[in-house]
């Protein structure tokens, strides 16, 4: 407002006169005036501007501090994973000798065994042969191989798991629930055991002594070529879960065997590789 426009107001007709004169408006207006500013720093502090005091350079520590509705990332992902593809993924490959059971994924609802005997033990008609001439191809260099156990359906499954929880109570006394915990870590649940594929063996003594052999260094040298890797090697733990088993083979074909071997990849590297592959 200007000097002129308010004489101009109090030269209007009928309009009494200020007391005070026309200083005091102004002195209000000016009061007013920074009182509307600092209600504005206030606010705008309160919602999270940066207001720099000066003489106060403003740290990260207080910008991170001021009160912020949402904090940069919510949920950390905590596997590398590729983007996921569209549409979901099946649970196994189509190539049945690449089928993939662990602690995660239960064996197919439909997967058939075609039993074949070695010794006292069943294994699929799919590995016979190729074990059948592994077998004969070690006997040629002394070597002696024999499955203590192949293929073990869900009830014989079930009824080792029992025998290891009744084991364990008895010997150690622990509880029923302290017993089956302490099986299911070396115990697959029934459903979950590679065994069920009929596909892999278990070889000699099913011991951690057969590491020191010469039966097992001439596997490590021609398993593959007969389409058999060793399943759970301590190097791959963290994708297995199981520790090193110098003794349990599984049968996935030459090719297959011997793509493993070269690119060192356990099963689940590998059906992960194969399945990158085909996209
Ligand atoms: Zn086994």
């Given at each position: 407002m200007h000097v002129e426009d308010r004489q101009n107001l109090s030269k209007q007709k009928g309009r009494p006169r200020r007391p005070?004169?026309?200083?005091l408006p102004v002195g209000l207006g000016v009061l007013l005036a920074g009182a509307v500013l600092l209600a504005a720093i206030l606010l705008g502090r309160s919602a999270g501007q940066s207001v720099p005091v000066q003489g106060e350079p403003v740290s990260s520590t207080q910008a991170v501090s001021t009160?912020?509705?949402?904090?940069?990332?919510?949920t950390p992902l905590p596997t590398p994973e590729p983007t996921p593809s569209p549409t979901p993924r099946p649970a196994q490959l189509p190539d049945p000798l690449l089928v993939l059971v662990n602690s995660e994924t239960p064996i197919p609802a439909d997967w058939k065994v075609t039993p074949r005997m070695i010794g006292e033990e069943q294994v699929d008609v799919r590995m016979y042969d190729d074990f059948m001439a592994m077998a004969d191809a070690a006997a040629q260099d002394d070597i002696w191989l024999w499955v203590a156990s192949g293929y073990r359906s869900v009830e014989d499954q079930e009824e080792i798991l029992e025998r290891g929880i009744v084991r364990r109570m008895n010997e150690y006394g622990m509880s029923r629930e302290e017993a089956t915990q302490d099986a299911l870590r070396t115990i697959n649940p029934p459903g979950y055991s590679?065994?069920?594929?009929?596909?892999?063996v278990d070889l000699n003594d099913v011991s951690d002594d057969f590491e020191s052999t010469d039966t097992y260094a001439w596997l490590c040298e021609h398993a593959a070529e007969y389409?058999?890797?060793?399943?759970?090697?301590q190097s791959k733990y963290e994708y297995t879960g199981i520790d090193n088993e110098s003794w349990h083979y599984r049968y996935v074909g030459p090719a297959h065997a011997q793509r493993m071997e070269e690119l060192d990849l356990c099963l689940e590297e590998y059906v992960e590789y194969q399945w990158e592959q085909g996209e």
């Open positions: 005070r004169g026309p200083l009160p912020s509705p949402a904090p940069p990332q919510a590679e065994h069920h594929t009929g596909l892999c389409g058999f890797v060793q399943r759970y090697r």
